[in-house]
C-alpha cells in the first residue's frame, strides 16, 4: 500500500512540473532602454541639398534693385550670395551667370541648376535667373526660387504663363554633388569611409 502511495505522490508532482511555466523576474534596476540599443543614422545631406536649404532661408526677403545682402536682393544679387556662400563665386549679372557652369538642356534639369529667363521688357536677351529647387515628373517643368520684382525672395513655377513665354537656358555650377563623408565609428568598426549610399537610411 505504502508502495503504491509513493508512485500516486511521485505522478502528481511529475504531472503538476509539466503543466507549470516557470516565469523569471523581471529586474527592476533594468529599464527596456538598457536592453535594447537603437542607433539612427542620418543620412547626410548633399551640396545642393545645403544649398537650397540656405536658399529657402531668405523667402520673404524684399526685392530691392542692385542690392545683395539679407536685406534685400535682386536676381543675381541673390543667386550669387547663396551660391558665394558654398565656395562658388558667380557674376554680378544674370547674363554673366549662364558662363559660370556647363550649359544644360532643359529636359536634364536637377535641383541646383540655375535657370535664366528673358527680363520684363521682352527680347531674347537674359534678364532674369533663379535656382532650380524640384523638377516635375515629366523632366521639362520645374520650380525655382529667385528674387521676384513684386514679391522679393519666393519660389515660382515653369508653368506659370509670364515664365513659361520667358525661359531662356539654364547651367549647372555644382557637378560633384557626393555627400561628405560620415565619419562615425559604429560598434567598434571604423567607417569612416563610408558614403552616404552604403548606409540605410
Keep these: 500500500m505504502k508502495f503504491l502511495s509513493r508512485i500516486f505522490i511521485v505522478t502528481l508532482l511529475i504531472s503538476t512540473a509539466s503543466t507549470t511555466t516557470w516565469a523569471a523576474e523581471p529586474?527592476?534596476?533594468?529599464?527596456?532602454?538598457?536592453t535594447?540599443?537603437?542607433?539612427?543614422?542620418?543620412?547626410?545631406?548633399?551640396?545642393v541639398e545645403n544649398l537650397l536649404s540656405y536658399a529657402k532661408t531668405f523667402r520673404g526677403v524684399p526685392y530691392r534693385y542692385g542690392a545683395m545682402s539679407p536685406k534685400g536682393f535682386d536676381c543675381s544679387g541673390f543667386t550669387s550670395y547663396v551660391y558665394k556662400e558654398f565656395g562658388y563665386k558667380l557674376h554680378r549679372t544674370a547674363g554673366g551667370q549662364l558662363s559660370?557652369?556647363?550649359?544644360?538642356?532643359?529636359?536634364?534639369?536637377?535641383?541646383?541648376?540655375?535657370?535664366?529667363?528673358?527680363?520684363?521688357?521682352?527680347?531674347?536677351?537674359?534678364?532674369?535667373?533663379?535656382?532650380?529647387?524640384?523638377?516635375?515628373?515629366?523632366?521639362?517643368?520645374?520650380?525655382?526660387?529667385?528674387?521676384?520684382?513684386?514679391?522679393g525672395i519666393t519660389e515660382n513655377h515653369s508653368s506659370e504663363s509670364y515664365y513659361k513665354v520667358r525661359y531662356r537656358n539654364a547651367c549647372r555650377v555644382i557637378k560633384d554633388n557626393t555627400p561628405p563623408e560620415i565619419p562615425v565609428r559604429l560598434m567598434g568598426f571604423d567607417i569612416a569611409d563610408f558614403t552616404a549610399d552604403r548606409v540605410s537610411e
Design 100 to 151: 559660370n557652369g556647363t550649359r544644360v538642356n532643359r529636359n536634364e534639369l536637377k535641383p541646383g541648376d540655375l535657370v535664366f529667363f528673358g527680363g520684363r521688357g521682352g527680347g531674347r536677351g537674359i534678364g532674369h535667373v533663379g535656382i532650380v529647387t524640384k523638377v516635375d515628373g515629366n523632366g521639362h517643368d520645374f520650380t525655382f526660387i529667385h528674387a521676384s520684382c513684386s514679391k
Design 36 to 47: 535594447t540599443t537603437q542607433i539612427n543614422i542620418t543620412k547626410p545631406q548633399s551640396q
Design 27 to 34: 529586474d527592476p534596476e533594468m529599464s527596456p532602454a538598457a
